[in-house]
DNA sequence: ATGCCCACGACACGTGGA
């Protein structure tokens, strides 16, 4: 099974460009981010004409996520538990009935946290432990699970392209690093630093100054497994394709192949082994 | 040193992104 997140900002502006990928790649599950649509407007037919359910959770203009799957969509919960004030729509979670190789997939858009001097900075610091103590709890379910999203988190100086650059900001904080730290030590694999041993590899290149041609690049969209989900990982890749279109997103999909519970991780050559 | 570009809402430019 293979599972998909990719930040779209704007799924009215990108709808042509996210039809084609889900045409030619025909991930089983697909989080988005930043749909910006409130979900009367949210461009169902379209997708779900691809073969798709759908389960949304958006807002007027900003923020908004999703869960795109061809398999059923049980379980729906939109919101990130501990603040009932919150009125962001930036998470929301579903069983995907997939059988024996169900899986728990949450979409996540984490708060950016710029300017580090106002209060936005202490959202993003505040959703991250809500984040946190949620995930610590899902965690006792012991079910394979997926945490999906833009973390706006740029883990170590090797996932950006200048780390002088980027000293300071609300993505390199450390502050912001060590919530997700706490978050992956709780348990968590992150499945694309877990599989790649390369730095400098992105998912989001700004708009501006021709970052995208000069690969001015962060790596910021992550994919986090529970152990049972860690247990399944087959692959981790970035598709870097859809940033060099036309009408692009800022942000290029990445995704994990998940095999079935018990399948092995590599093909055994038997014949081998015996000699 | 700062802004570059893009999307939104709803018409002009302010807000937000990262």
Redesign the pocket.
Known sequence: MKIATW?V??I??RLPRVLEWLGAESPEVVCLQ?T?SIDDNFPRLEIEALGYNLAIHGQ???NGVAILSKYPLEDVRPGLPGDGSDEQARYLEAWIDAGDEGVRVASIYL??G?PTDAP?FSYKLAWMDRLVAHAAAALQAEEPLVLAG?Y?IIPADGDCYDAAAWEGDA?TRPESRSRFRTLLNLGFTEAWRTLHREIHSYT?W????GAWQKDNG?R?DHLLLSPQAADRLLACEIDKKPRGKS?AS?HTPIWVELGAPGEPLVSVDKGSIAA
Do not use: C, G, M, R
């Not at 700004?206 to 100054?209: E, G, R, T, V």
């Open positions: 930040n900002n704007s009215k502006a930043e910006k007027k203009t900003y708060p950016n710029n936005k833009d706006n993505l989001f700004d708009y501006q100054a962060v910021i009408k800022d």
